[in-house]
């Protein structure tokens, strides 16, 4: 396969791949996926409980896609989910400590990753590639 002649959308698909694929090998060992990390990374970014709606929203995932992931990252006790009184049907998800710790170590790890993969882009290279995928991405319809 001759990079050189792959479209932008297969471009796009295969980087976003293989991107997923180098973090699920440094974060398997502690037993999470990349969306089981990108699920951490984002409630331990949070000062207080949110939905599981809110977080399905923040991943980029159907809230029953989550349903899974939510059970296993609260099994590992990296999480914890808690319904509220006045509306039954919401459940609200938190970061615990082991999970706090577990994302402050693995932080370190996934932002070594991100400098390997991003080694031979440049800074300036990188601001156009973001604001491009921030305008493919807001053109999508998707936040």
Known sequence: MNIQDLTFSRLLHLTAQAWRQAIDRRVKEDGLTTSGWIA???LATRSA??????LAVALGLEEATLVPLIDRLVKQQLIERTQIAADRRKRLVH??????????RLAIE???????????????ELIVAQRVLQKILQASGTK
């Open 95 to 104: 970061i615990t400590e082991k999970g706090q710790a577990l994302h402050q």
């Open 49 to 54: 409980p949110i939905s599981q709606k809110e």
């Open 110 to 124: 996934v932002d070594k990753l991100r400098n390997e993969l991003l080694v031979s882009v440049s800074r300036d």
């Open 40 to 42: 951490i990374a984002t």
